[in-house]
Nanobody, 121 residues
Framework: QVQLVESGGGLVQAGASLRLSCVVS?????MGWFRQAPGKEREFVAT????????YYTDSVKGRFTISRVNVKNTVYLQMDSLKPEDTAVYYC?????????????????WGQGTQVTVSS
């Protein structure tokens, strides 16, 4: 059984940093982070392949966010620096059985419960 548990969200001021963690059980997967703001659709943030060798980011977070993984700990991270109010959302960790990187919600079969990130101006 695949389970994903996120942690690390919170309330911070603009310019601050947060690190989200996602502990994955049940296998090794291509992993992604998505976010959903109130009244908006869930959107792709970042993805990383199984061995961590390749990553991809949405344009709005390039240079500010870093996705990484430590497979021996079954954990995927999203380091978020220089946070902006527009980064405010519920952040979701997701796992895909595909071997390539995925940017679409439908690429991912398994999802965590989400963690709230709020950035004040």
């Amino acid at each position: 059984q695949v389970q994903l548990v996120e942690s690390g969200g919170g309330l911070v001021q603009a310019g601050a940093s947060l690190r989200l963690s996602c502990v994955v059980s049940g296998g090794t997967f291509t992993m992604g982070w998505f976010r959903q703001a109130p009244g908006k659709e869930r959107e792709f943030v970042a993805t990383i392949i199984r061995n961590g060798g390749s990553t991809y980011y949405t344009d709005s977070v390039k240079g500010r966010f870093t996705i990484s993984r430590v497979n021996v700990k079954n954990t995927v991270y999203l380091q978020m620096d220089s946070l902006k109010p527009e980064d405010t959302a519920v952040y979701y960790c997701a796992a895909s059985g595909n071997y390539g990187m995925g940017r679409l919600v439908e690429n991912y079969a398994y999802w965590g419960q989400g963690t709230q990130v709020t950035v004040s101006s």
